[in-house]
Protein backbone atom coordinates (compact mmCIF):
# COMPACT_ATOMS: atom_id res chain seq x y z
CA UNK A 1 0.00 0.00 0.00
CA UNK A 2 2.67 2.46 0.74
CA UNK A 3 4.41 1.87 -2.48
CA UNK A 4 1.24 2.87 -4.32
CA UNK A 5 0.93 5.49 -2.22
CA UNK A 6 4.25 7.03 -3.20
CA UNK A 7 3.51 6.16 -6.73
CA UNK A 8 0.09 7.81 -7.01
CA UNK A 9 1.94 11.10 -4.84
CA UNK A 10 4.69 11.20 -7.22
CA UNK A 11 2.84 11.18 -10.40
CA UNK A 12 -0.21 13.89 -9.08
CA UNK A 13 -2.77 11.57 -9.60
CA UNK A 14 -5.06 13.01 -6.53
CA UNK A 15 -5.11 16.52 -8.39
CA UNK A 16 -5.31 14.91 -12.05
CA UNK A 17 -8.15 12.85 -11.05
CA UNK A 18 -9.99 15.54 -9.47
CA UNK A 19 -9.70 18.32 -12.86
CA UNK A 20 -10.91 14.96 -14.62
CA UNK A 21 -13.98 14.85 -12.74
CA UNK A 22 -14.24 18.73 -12.36
CA UNK A 23 -14.30 18.82 -16.78
CA UNK A 24 -16.88 16.07 -16.46
CA UNK A 25 -18.94 17.98 -14.63
CA UNK A 26 -18.31 21.16 -15.96
CA UNK A 27 -19.12 20.25 -19.17
CA UNK A 28 -22.50 18.36 -18.22
CA UNK A 29 -23.72 20.96 -16.33
CA UNK A 30 -23.19 23.70 -18.55
CA UNK A 31 -25.16 21.94 -21.56
CA UNK A 32 -28.00 21.20 -18.94
CA UNK A 33 -28.14 24.71 -17.96
CA UNK A 34 -28.05 26.05 -21.91
CA UNK A 35 -29.70 23.07 -22.88
CA UNK A 36 -32.68 21.14 -22.74
CA UNK A 37 -31.84 18.01 -24.35
CA UNK A 38 -30.13 15.62 -22.05
CA UNK A 39 -27.57 14.45 -24.39
CA UNK A 40 -24.71 16.78 -24.16
CA UNK A 41 -23.69 17.75 -27.47
CA UNK A 42 -20.61 16.07 -29.45
CA UNK A 43 -18.25 18.88 -29.48
CA UNK A 44 -18.57 19.37 -25.68
CA UNK A 45 -18.22 16.21 -24.92
CA UNK A 46 -15.39 15.61 -27.11
CA UNK A 47 -13.70 19.11 -25.55
CA UNK A 48 -15.06 17.39 -22.10
CA UNK A 49 -12.93 14.17 -22.91
CA UNK A 50 -9.87 15.88 -23.98
CA UNK A 51 -9.93 17.72 -20.61
CA UNK A 52 -9.85 14.61 -18.80
CA UNK A 53 -7.14 12.88 -20.75
CA UNK A 54 -4.96 16.22 -20.10
CA UNK A 55 -5.45 15.89 -16.65
CA UNK A 56 -4.63 12.37 -16.35
CA UNK A 57 -1.64 12.79 -19.01
CA UNK A 58 -0.05 14.81 -16.39
CA UNK A 59 0.12 11.24 -14.21
CA UNK A 60 2.56 9.27 -17.30
CA UNK A 61 5.44 10.74 -15.51
CA UNK A 62 7.29 11.87 -12.98
CA UNK A 63 9.51 14.82 -11.64
CA UNK A 64 13.01 12.87 -11.91
CA UNK A 65 12.40 10.17 -15.03
CA UNK A 66 16.17 9.24 -14.45
CA UNK A 67 15.83 8.24 -10.99
CA UNK A 68 12.35 5.81 -11.63
CA UNK A 69 14.58 4.34 -14.72
CA UNK A 70 17.24 2.89 -11.41
CA UNK A 71 14.35 1.27 -9.92
CA UNK A 72 14.41 -2.17 -10.42
CA UNK A 73 10.71 -2.48 -11.67
CA UNK A 74 9.45 -4.13 -14.49
CA UNK A 75 8.30 -0.83 -15.71
CA UNK A 76 6.83 -1.65 -19.28
CA UNK A 77 4.01 -3.84 -17.55
CA UNK A 78 3.32 -1.18 -14.83
CA UNK A 79 3.17 1.63 -17.77
CA UNK A 80 0.55 -0.01 -19.24
CA UNK A 81 -1.39 -1.33 -16.36
CA UNK A 82 -1.25 2.81 -15.65
CA UNK A 83 -2.77 3.77 -18.93
CA UNK A 84 -5.08 0.71 -18.42
CA UNK A 85 -6.31 2.23 -15.10
CA UNK A 86 -6.21 5.69 -16.62
CA UNK A 87 -8.81 4.41 -19.17
CA UNK A 88 -10.90 3.18 -16.54
CA UNK A 89 -10.83 6.00 -14.96
CA UNK A 90 -12.04 7.82 -18.00
CA UNK A 91 -14.90 5.09 -18.45
CA UNK A 92 -16.43 5.13 -15.57
CA UNK A 93 -16.68 9.16 -15.00
CA UNK A 94 -18.28 9.16 -18.63
CA UNK A 95 -20.73 6.59 -17.77
CA UNK A 96 -21.33 8.70 -14.11
CA UNK A 97 -22.13 11.63 -16.16
CA UNK A 98 -25.68 9.54 -16.59
CA UNK A 99 -26.63 10.57 -12.80
CA UNK A 100 -26.72 14.11 -13.94
CA UNK A 101 -28.81 15.86 -15.63
CA UNK A 102 -27.00 16.11 -18.72
CA UNK A 103 -24.55 12.68 -19.87
CA UNK A 104 -22.30 12.44 -22.06
CA UNK A 105 -23.61 9.91 -25.28
CA UNK A 106 -24.09 7.76 -27.70
CA UNK A 107 -21.35 5.23 -25.81
CA UNK A 108 -20.07 3.85 -28.90
CA UNK A 109 -18.82 7.73 -29.88
CA UNK A 110 -17.52 8.52 -26.10
CA UNK A 111 -15.69 5.14 -26.27
CA UNK A 112 -13.86 5.99 -29.25
CA UNK A 113 -12.98 9.22 -28.54
CA UNK A 114 -11.36 8.11 -24.56
CA UNK A 115 -9.58 5.66 -26.44
CA UNK A 116 -8.53 7.97 -29.21
CA UNK A 117 -7.47 10.93 -27.22
CA UNK A 118 -5.85 8.63 -24.46
CA UNK A 119 -3.49 6.81 -26.77
CA UNK A 120 -2.83 10.46 -28.61
CA UNK A 121 -1.77 11.77 -25.14
CA UNK A 122 0.02 8.44 -24.11
CA UNK A 123 1.93 9.34 -27.42
CA UNK A 124 2.75 12.75 -26.84
CA UNK A 125 3.93 11.23 -23.33
CA UNK A 126 6.98 9.30 -25.22
CA UNK A 127 7.36 12.29 -27.39
CA UNK A 128 7.50 15.38 -25.38
CA UNK A 129 7.07 14.09 -21.85
CA UNK A 130 4.60 14.41 -19.54
CA UNK A 131 4.07 17.97 -18.65
CA UNK A 132 3.38 18.50 -22.68
CA UNK A 133 1.73 15.48 -23.03
CA UNK A 134 -1.42 16.94 -23.27
CA UNK A 135 -0.53 19.57 -26.51
CA UNK A 136 -1.52 16.27 -29.30
CA UNK A 137 -4.81 16.21 -28.33
CA UNK A 138 -5.75 19.37 -27.36
CA UNK A 139 -4.95 20.69 -30.69
CA UNK A 140 -6.93 18.22 -32.50
CA UNK A 141 -9.60 18.36 -30.52
CA UNK A 142 -9.62 22.10 -30.89
CA UNK A 143 -8.68 21.77 -34.90
CA UNK A 144 -11.86 19.60 -34.85
CA UNK A 145 -14.37 21.07 -32.99
CA UNK A 146 -14.13 24.40 -34.67
CA UNK A 147 -17.84 25.51 -36.52
CA UNK A 148 -16.08 23.86 -40.26
CA UNK A 149 -15.90 20.69 -39.01
CA UNK A 150 -18.08 17.74 -38.35
CA UNK A 151 -19.79 14.57 -39.67
CA UNK A 152 -18.70 13.49 -43.41
CA UNK A 153 -19.20 11.02 -45.46
CA UNK A 154 -15.70 11.48 -47.01
CA UNK A 155 -13.09 8.88 -46.06
CA UNK A 156 -10.38 11.45 -45.44
CA UNK A 157 -12.29 13.82 -43.52
CA UNK A 158 -13.40 10.84 -41.01
CA UNK A 159 -10.00 10.41 -40.54
CA UNK A 160 -8.92 13.52 -39.65
CA UNK A 161 -11.86 14.60 -37.70
CA UNK A 162 -12.37 11.27 -36.17
CA UNK A 163 -13.27 12.99 -33.08
CA UNK A 164 -16.24 14.92 -34.17
CA UNK A 165 -17.58 11.78 -36.31
CA UNK A 166 -20.77 9.69 -35.50
CA UNK A 167 -20.16 6.58 -34.04
CA UNK A 168 -21.05 4.44 -37.17
CA UNK A 169 -18.07 5.97 -38.88
CA UNK A 170 -15.35 3.51 -39.51
CA UNK A 171 -12.57 5.65 -40.66
CA UNK A 172 -12.82 7.78 -37.71
CA UNK A 173 -12.94 4.53 -35.05
CA UNK A 174 -9.55 3.35 -37.32
CA UNK A 175 -7.80 6.64 -36.88
CA UNK A 176 -8.75 6.09 -32.86
CA UNK A 177 -7.71 2.93 -32.73
CA UNK A 178 -4.55 3.48 -34.59
CA UNK A 179 -3.31 6.47 -32.30
CA UNK A 180 -4.75 4.24 -29.20
CA UNK A 181 -2.08 1.62 -30.24
CA UNK A 182 0.66 3.62 -31.19
CA UNK A 183 0.10 5.60 -28.30
CA UNK A 184 0.34 3.01 -25.72
CA UNK A 185 3.49 0.65 -27.68
CA UNK A 186 5.83 3.71 -27.31
CA UNK A 187 4.34 4.89 -23.81
CA UNK A 188 4.73 0.91 -22.67
CA UNK A 189 8.20 0.16 -23.96
CA UNK A 190 9.83 3.97 -23.54
CA UNK A 191 7.67 6.07 -21.29
CA UNK A 192 8.55 9.49 -20.71
CA UNK A 193 11.86 11.24 -21.97
CA UNK A 194 14.50 12.41 -19.46
CA UNK A 195 14.56 15.69 -18.74
CA UNK A 196 17.83 18.18 -19.55
CA UNK A 197 19.58 19.00 -16.48
Keep these: ?28 LLWAVFSDDPTVGDRLMTTGVMLGTAALGLTLGTFDEELNRTAAHHWPLRRALHLLLALGVLVALALATRLGPAHFAPFP ?4 NVVGLLGLTALGAAVLGADLSWLGSAVWTLVCVLPFGGPSPDVLTQMATWPVQTSDATAATVSAVVLALAGATAYTFYGCPERAA
Design 109 to 112: TVLR
Design 1 to 28: MRWTTLYARSRQVPRSLFVAIAAAAVAC
